[in-house]
T-cell receptor, first 113, second 112 residues
Framework: GENVGLHLPTLSVQEGDNSIINCAYS??????FIWYKQESGKGPQFIID?????DKRQGQRVTVLLNKTVKHLSLQIAATQPGDSAVYFC????????????FGTGTRLLVSP | DTEVTQTPKHLVMGMTNKKSLKCEQH?????MYWYKQKAKKPPELMFV???????INESVPSRFSPECPNSSLLNLHLHALQPEDSALYLC???????????FGQGTRLTVV
């Protein structure tokens, strides 16, 4: 799976830039995907989700894209702000009937003023 | 109210101690979860409760014992833990299997 990592990839951007965080998921049968933001010392915070019958979903300043052909998920953050600095995890639901979230390795986003 | 509350926030325990972690939500969610997160790693699922019944145990050692007293509460009883069990323990809840799971702030556990 994708959730075993020895280091955390880092994306460094300037305030105001658009950020794109990518994720490869492992199970072609997964039907539900979530992006979480985790700040230091806190629990994961829900950002946006998408079901497998969609390929794009937009929220406030965020867009999630799903490409089932290559099992790829991306999170786009528009006009990135210093408060967006955190670790971002994608998660796929591999369960049937129950929610079994498998998290990706995570990407650290650093936003410079 | 989209809050999942976990207590305590921090816990230090010896290898012979017995302690419990608590989790509470009042969103009417009928699915609740325990996750374990080691430093610089993603959360890993431990247990799933659905309608107060244990639905999934991800091969977790028996020194971790979950309990769901009612639809709002989830406990994790700890006994004879090892130092490698030190981690952030996260509780989460969701309305259904394919709806967003809300996480608590976690309990930072240190086993000495």
């Amino acid at each position: 799976g994708e959730n075993v990592g020895l280091h955390l990839p880092t994306l460094s951007v300037q305030e105001g830039d658009n950020s794109i965080i990518n994720c490869a998921y492992s199970n072609s049968a997964s039907d539900y995907f979530i992006w979480y933001k985790q700040e230091s010392g806190k629990g994961p915070q829900f950002i946006i989700d998408i079901r497998s019958n969609m390929d794009k979903r937009q929220g406030q300043r965020v867009t999630v894209l799903l490409n089932k052909t290559v099992k790829h998920l991306s999170l786009q953050i528009a006009a990135t702000q210093p408060g967006d600095s955190a670790v971002y995890f994608c998660a796929e639901n591999t369960g049937t009937g129950f929610q079994k979230l498998v998290f990706g390795t995570g990407t650290r986003l650093l936003v410079s003023p | 109210d989209t809050e999942v509350t976990q207590t305590p926030k921090h816990l230090v325990m010896g290898m012979t101690n017995k302690k419990s972690l608590k989790c509470e939500q009042h969103m009417g969610h009928r699915a609740m979860y325990w996750y374990k997160q080691k430093a610089k790693k993603p959360p890993e699922l431990m247990f799933v409760y659905s309608y107060e019944k244990l639905s999934i145990n991800e091969s977790v050692p028996s020194r971790f014992s979950p309990e769901c007293p009612n639809s709002s509460l989830l406990n994790l009883h700890l006994h004879a833990l090892q130092p490698e069990d030190s981690a952030l323990y996260l509780c989460a809840s969701s309305r259904q299997a394919n709806t967003e799971a809300f996480f608590g702030q976690g309990t930072r556990l240190t086993v000495v």
